[in-house]
Each structure stands twice: as structure tokens, then as C-alpha cells.
């Protein structure tokens, strides 16, 4: 799925760097150089420790070639090539599964997303918070495209997953690093990540960043993409309500399968002893009872599973 480039002085960094910068890039090739001489000059500003590590999502505009050069030429920066393009959560979660920093910051490469605000987010990070997002509070973005579509989303995101942001689409995020790496990423689960690490119990807080209009390539987005984050939407509201208690949620459907086939039952003893219908008659409802009460027992068993899986998962969470 993917190739991994670090440069050969890489040993010289420390092992685990305070901060890890993950940019994923999707045919990028105007923008890469740019980001790089951008971003390392705020790090180093920074003067803490980091290590930077770039994504190509399947590249074939000559993203990747000028990826190789700059990852041969800079001890600090980490290159991961996909053979194919899987998407911008794929492209963040093998990033995010690379990073060794205390502090692990996201943004896109296009620029739009401006680094120099990256010491904000880390100094609002160190006021104790786990998650620290940014709010492009005057977005230059076209209204009805972009701008429109996106409030409609935040509001449907937010009232869903409860975390109260004003931009839940902002790239530009910082995170604690061992908080992070606990989740997974697929789907278009990139956008609920702050509520995948609420559940985890994560801190969150917003702050207004700035927001630049793109200069060079084309936007990713489209409207094409609504039906697969709706879907991922519906995962998360699910994991959020039973990821706790997944035997409560089984037990809905195991309920209602039971006392359908209860039902079904009585309406066969009726018609056998009040109606007298021949028993030959009844082959039918019989295999339906027994169908809903052997699904009724599959799905008592499914949430038992799911019991056992989440108490294993929550005492591993704790034994370190």
C-alpha cells in the first residue's frame, strides 16, 4: 500500500521529538516546496524538537518526485508514498501511525491552512487541553460551493456528535500524541476525529486560525463525497451512544425479533384451535418463529461479544 522515505541523518533527531507534523498531499506538486520552506522555518522558531512527515495520496502530477528530493535533502522530514490514491483518512492514519511526538499537529498541503499558526494551537494545547482545533472564522472559500455546504454539515456534525465546534472541517488541528494513536482512521473518518477522542475522554478547545484562498492545484472536495460522510456519521453517533455497552444495543433487536415471533406463535395457536385450520397449514408461521427467535438469539449473542470485546479493550487501556 505504501513506501516509506527518511533521510540517512535521521538518526541525529531525537527519538521521540516533541512535536510531529502530519500533511497528507493529493497532486500537490506547486504547493510542496512551499509548505516545507514555510513550515520548517515556523518549527524552527519553535525551537522544540520535531519530525515532520508528509503523505502522497497516489500522486501523478510529480508530487511524489519532488517528495523523494526533499526528504533526501532534510534529516527532519519523513516521506510515506501510496502506490494509489485511498483517500484522505487513509492518507492521515498511516501518517499519524508514523509519528513519535508528544504533540502530533494536522493540516492540509494546499496552503490554505497557514503554519505560522501552529504556535497558537500548541500554546492553547499546554493550557491542558487534548484536542485543540482551528475555526477559519473568515474562510475564503466561494459561498455557495464551499462555504454554504460546509455550515450545513458543521451544524448536522455537531448536533450528532455533541462536540460544540464552529468548524469541524478545519484541517488544522493539534492533538496529544498518545491520546491520538489510540484510534483508527478509514472511511471519511478523518472529519470526526475530535469526536473519536472524546470518547476516548479528550479535552477539547477551538481557536479562530487564518485562512488563505488556494493559490496553485484544484480543491479535493465535492458533493460526492456527502453520502460516504453521512454514513461514517451514523457509525460514530452508534459508537458514541453503545461503544460502552454494546449488549444494550443488540438487545433491541434481539427483543423485538423474540416478541415478534411470540406474536406470530399466538396468531397459529389461534388458527389451530379456534379456527381449526389443518396443521399442514401452519409450515409457514413455524418457520418464521423460528427464524426470529434463532435471529433473537444471534443478536443476544452478537452483543455479548461486543460485551467481552470492549471489557478486554477497557482493561489493556488501563494496565500501563
Not at 498531499?25 to 515532520?52: A, P
Not at 519523513?78 to 493540516?107: C, D, E, P, W, Y
Not at 461486543?306 to 479493550?313: E, H, S
Request: one cysteine or more.
Amino acid at each position: 500500500m505504501e513506501n516509506r522515505i527518511t533521510n540517512k541523518n535521521t538518526e541525529r533527531t531525537e527519538k521521540q521529538p516533541y512535536l510531529s507534523v502530519v500533511i497528507p498531499f493529493y497532486n500537490e506538486v506547486e504547493n510542496v516546496e512551499r509548505v516545507w520552506t514555510i513550515l520548517s522555518q515556523v518549527l524552527d522558531e519553535t525551537g522544540k524538537s520535531y519530525e515532520v512527515i508528509f503523505v502522497d495520496d497516489g500522486s501523478d502530477d510529480g508530487t511524489r518526485e519532488t517528495l523523494r528530493k526533499l526528504a533526501a535533502a532534510n534529516a527532519f522530514l519523513k516521506v510515506i508514498l501510496f502506490r494509489a490514491n485511498f483517500g484522505q483518512s487513509a492518507a492521515m492514519a498511516a501518517g499519524f501511525k508514523m509519528t513519535k511526538g508528544q504533540i502530533v499537529v494536522a493540516m492540509d498541503g494546499d496552503l490554505q491552512n497557514d503554519p505560522k499558526d501552529i504556535p497558537l494551537i500548541l500554546s492553547k494545547l499546554e493550557e491542558g487541553y487534548d484536542v485543540v482545533s482551528g475555526w477559519r472564522k473568515n474562510r475564503k472559500d466561494k459561498l455557495i460551493v464551499r462555504k454554504v455546504p460546509s455550515r450545513i454539515a458543521n451544524r448536522i456534525i455537531c448536533s450528532v456528535t455533541n462536540v460544540k465546534l464552529h468548524d469541524t472541517g478545519c484541517s488544522l488541528k493539534a492533538f496529544r500524541g498518545d491520546l491520538l494513536r489510540k484510534i483508527s482512521l478509514y472511511g471519511e473518518l478523518h472529519r470526526f476525529i475530535p469526536a473519536l477522542l472524546r470518547m476516548e475522554g479528550a479535552k477539547i478547545a477551538e481557536i479562530p486560525v487564518r485562512h488563505h484562498a488556494r493559490k496553485f492545484g484544484k480543491s479535493k472536495y465535492n458533493l460526492s463525497r456527502t453520502f460516504r460522510v453521512i454514513m461514517d456519521l451514523t457509525t460514530i453517533r452508534l459508537l458514541m451512544k453503545h461503544i460502552h455497552n454494546p449488549l444494550r444495543f443488540f438487545a433491541h433487536f434481539s427483543a423485538f425479533c423474540f416478541w415478534a415471533g411470540v406474536l406470530v406463535l399466538a396468531n397459529a395457536f389461534y388458527q389451530l384451535f379456534w379456527i381449526k385450520v389443518d396443521v399442514a397449514e401452519l409450515n409457514i408461521p413455524i418457520t418464521l418463529i423460528l427464524l426470529l427467535w434463532a435471529m433473537a438469539f444471534q443478536f443476544l449473542c452478537y452483543g455479548l461479544v461486543g460485551k467481552l470485546v470492549v471489557n478486554t479493550g477497557s482493561r489493556k487501556k488501563f494496565e500501563y
